[in-house]
Every structure is written in structure tokens, then in C-alpha cells.
């Protein structure tokens, strides 16, 4: 298969399933890689002359998906300031492993991404990689400490393309509000963490009868529904575009339905990790399964389900959280929250569509449209003329998730030792190939 590095000159997918939501598209087809660029798509596409070609290669679809490449509006690369958990080179290299062609990057950085030369140097660190393109979230407020708002006219100018606190929630109505009106003049999104922070002080997982049951002290769901209820209210009230990160409970689902009955811009992501573990997940004191937002229960879980295949909720977002043995091999109540999720995407959400829960064409669109029109990405799509950011994945391909294979720097995920069937074989960003399943070092 191609190497990776500099664009394949000529790429030939022949006999590929392809789906792109963006066309109703669905079916067997060739699609035709030149010099970075999709030249053809459709049956026959990659005719005999260009087979024959010197530079062609070759890839037999044969039961292969071809994709187009996602977008994660949501994802903790680390640097600048705690590369001992990842770095920005590694986190691309686990986002180009797990098909993603685009990046978000949220703003939680030591120092915090609130200013400009944060932002630009992030990009600058990205670019000079290669790989998927990264796209930095700035913060909300100074520090994210909920009180000052940041320059977000100066961010978006470097390169943010939506602003948030993420880790922590923005829980002033008033800087809340400010936020949205200033967010508004620029056309950024404002991406919230939701989560009444009074109501989970000292909190280790969801509250319910399982953490009764360990004597760990919950988060309860309303934590989540009072923010949501209220920012939907704010942003009705300021007519700004609002998003929720990472959506974890079937209040806020609801909310969230009913506000876009009413016409209100609101959207929202989920994570592979909600929409597939409850928090009979931490019985064992497992602390990759310690996140926040936490694990919830089934009823959760369907509501989460039903509202992704609906629409609903808008977007997967990974909520990548790379987490050190230090934070992790130690107390569930010492264990910092978070899971990895960039390299685990295809194999876990394929289950669901393995299952019925979920259209294979509105899982591609949750990965790739639907993010990328949040943060006002041009979206990867499979057409003539468009550049090449393509994912090839063989959905019926088992294995064992063995951690020596992730690019992350850290294992943190309860799906290691698990046996997963899907893999990502091959990733195209901006026109190169930028993964190839067996090729490259893991770290
Ligand atoms: N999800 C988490 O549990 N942790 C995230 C922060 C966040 O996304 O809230 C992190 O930065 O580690
Ligand atoms: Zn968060």
C-alpha cells in the first residue's frame, strides 16, 4: 500500500464501498486519487489505461468501506505544557490511526489557549508534522477561570474556530451571556462543558445506585440539564450559536430536542464511550473508566442512541483525554477523568450499526458533515474535483486491542485486552496519505 509522506501520484480504489452522506451516496464504486486530488468516482472510474499506468497502485475494495475522513470537534493534545501525556505530534498520529483528517483541539493547555500566539503557535507545531490539520478551540474566558472573556476576535483571527472552557463549565449567566453576544459578532461557536459545578463537588462518577453501592460520591444528571436549560435560554435570548461538548444524559437530550423544535441554534456531540458503557463500567474501580462527563445508565445510553441516529445530537466528537500511568495507576478518587478515543472510533461505532442502532450513512455524517459544518470546516467529501481526505476501513477485520499498537502516547481506555472488530487500513489528509495500518512506528 502507499507509503506515507509525500501524495501517492496515482491512487485507484477499485470496487470500494463507498458512503458519503453529503451525496446520498452508497454504493460499490472506483475512486481515483491524482496527485492529491480525487479525479474520478463512479463505476468503472479507474479504466484500464489507468491501471496500467506505471505510477498507478492499486487497492482492491473488496469488502472495504471507503469513507470520507472525519473531523473530532473534540480532543486534549496536551501541548503545550503536559507532553508527558501526548504531544501534538503524537495526538495527530492517533487522530490520522483512527481515520480523522481534522482535528479540534480544545483549549485546557498549560499554559490555557486564551491568546493569540497560543493559537498560532498550535498551528504552527501542526503544520510543520504534516498529517491531519489541527484547529485549535480557544478558551471562553482568561485562564478558564469563568470570569474575564477572552479576545475572541484575535483568536478566531489566528485560527480558532470555536471558543470553550472545556474541563470546566462556564457556570456565570452573566459571563455566559456576555460570552454569547461577543461570540455572535464573530460567528464563533460557543462549545460548553455542562456541568453545575455546586451539584458535583468531590464527585468520582454518576450518582446512582451503583455509586451508592461503592460509596463513591456521584454527579447527578441534573447537573448537566440545569446548564443546558439555561444556555438554551441564553442562546435563544441572544440568538448566538450554541454547542454542547460531550451530551451524557437523557435530560439534556430532551432539552436539547425541544429547543431545536423551536427553531433555536443549538447543537451537540456525543462520545463513542457514552453511547456504548454505563457506569456498571466502574464496578471494578476500573479509572479508565472514570470521565466526565461520567458513564450514566442504560436509559442514558438509548436516549443518547435514538438522538444521534435522529439527529438530535449533531456530531460524534472523540473527547480524547490522554492520561499517564501517574494519573491513572493509582485510588479511583485520585485518578484525573478522561479516556482516549481517536484510534478507537471505527471499531466501537461500527458495533452500533452492526447492532441496528445506527445508520452506517449517519454515523459518516455525525464523523465528517455535521462536525465539520460546527466548526466551519470545509467538509471531506468523495467527489471529483475535492481534495483527497479519504479513510479506507475494513469493518469485518477482528483483533485485540493491543496498547503497543496505539500512536497515543497514553492507554488510557477501558477497550484495552478487548476484542474489536473494524479497522482503519488507510488515511488521506489534505491530499496525502497520512496513515497506513502496519506501516510506521507506534509509540
Ligand atoms: N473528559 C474528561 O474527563 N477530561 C478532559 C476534560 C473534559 O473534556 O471535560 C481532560 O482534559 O482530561
Ligand atoms: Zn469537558
Known amino acids: 500500500m502507499a507509503a506515507i509522506g509525500s501524495p501517492p501520484p496515482l491512487l485507484l480504489f477499485v470496487g470500494v464501498r463507498a458512503v458519503d452522506p453529503a451525496q446520498q451516496l452508497d454504493d460499490v464504486i472506483d475512486v481515483v486519487v491524482e496527485d492529491g486530488v480525487i479525479t ?13 499506468a506505471d505510477r498507478a497502485e492499486l487497492i482492491q475494495g473488496d469488502g472495504l468501506l471507503l469513507l470520507p475522513a472525519f ?11 503536559q507532553e508527558y501525556k501526548e504531544d501534538i505530534a503524537s495526538g495527530l498520529a492517533a487522530a490520522a490511526a483512527g481515520g480523522f483528517a481534522h482535528v479540534c483541539a480544545m483549549p485546557n493547555t498549560r499554559p490555557v ?20 490539520a489541527l484547529h485549535p478551540i480557544g478558551a471562553i474566558t482568561m485562564g478558564q477561570k469563568g470570569t474575564e472573556l477572552t ?17 470546566r463549565c462556564v457556570t456565570s449567566s452573566s459571563v455566559m451571556r456576555r460570552a454569547l453576544e461577543y461570540a455572535k459578532t464573530f460567528d464563533l461557536t460557543i462549545i460548553q462543558h455542562a456541568e453545575d459545578h455546586a451539584l458535583t463537588d468531590g464527585a468520582q462518577m454518576h450518582e446512582g445506585a451503583i455509586s451508592t453501592r461503592l460509596g463513591l460520591r456521584g454527579w447527578p444528571r441534573v ?3 440545569i446548564i443546558v436549560a439555561r ?12 454547542h454542547v461538548a460531550h451530551i451524557s444524559s437523557l435530560g439534556a437530550v430532551r432539552i436539547l430536542r425541544e429547543a431545536k423544535a423551536r427553531g433555536i441554534a443549538v447543537t451537540a456531540e456525543v462520545t463513542p464511550h457514552h453511547l456504548t458503557l454505563t457506569d456498571a463500567a466502574v464496578l471494578g474501580y476500573d479509572t479508565a473508566c472514570k470521565v466526565n462527563p461520567p458513564l450514566r445508565e442504560q436509559a442514558d445510553v438509548d436516549a443518547l442512541r435514538e438522538a444521534l441516529a435522529d439527529g438530535t445530537i449533531d456530531a460524534v466528537a472523540t473527547d480524547h483525554a490522554p492520561h499517564s500511568t501517574l494519573e491513572k495507576d493509582c485510588e479511583f478518587a485520585e485518578a484525573s477523568p478522561g479516556l482516549i478515543g481517536l484510534e478507537l472510533v471505527v471499531p466501537v461505532l ?20 455535521a462536525p465539520a459544518r460546527i466548526a466551519r470546516l470545509e467538509a471531506p467529501t468523495i467527489k471529483a474535483g475535492a481534495r483527497a481526505e479519504l479513510c479506507l476501513v475494513d469493518p469485518n477485520l477482528s483483533f485485540v486491542l493491543d ?6 502516547k497514553s492507554k488510557n481506555t477501558p477497550f484495552l485486552g478487548r476484542q474489536l472488530t473494524g479497522r482503519v487500513k488507510m488515511t488521506l489528509a489534505s491530499g496525502r496519505v497520512v496513515f497506513v495500518d502496519g506501516e510506521g512506528a507506534a509509540t
Open 350 to 369: 461500527l458495533d452500533l450499526v452492526r447492532q441496528g442502532a445506527l445508520p452506517l450513512g449517519r454515523l459518516v455524517d455525525a464523523l465528517t458533515r
Open 403 to 408: 496498547p503497543a499498537r496505539l500512536r497515543s
Open 71 to 81: 473531523v473530532d470537534l473534540h480532543a486534549h493534545l496536551r501541548e503545550p505544557g
Open 113 to 132: 489557549n486564551d491568546t493569540r500566539s497560543i493559537t498560532e503557535a498550535m498551528i504552527a507545531r501542526a503544520r510543520a508534522i504534516g498529517g491531519p
Open 231 to 242: 444556555d438554551v435560554l441564553l442562546a435563544e435570548a441572544t440568538g448566538a450559536r450554541y
Open 40 to 52: 474520478r468516482a463512479g463505476r468503472g472510474a479507474a479504466t484500464d489505461e489507468l491501471r496500467r
Open 223 to 225: 447537573a448537566e440539564d
Open 151 to 167: 479576545e475572541m476576535a484575535d483568536l478566531k483571527d489566528a485560527g480558532a474556530v470555536g471558543v470553550s472552557d472545556d474541563g
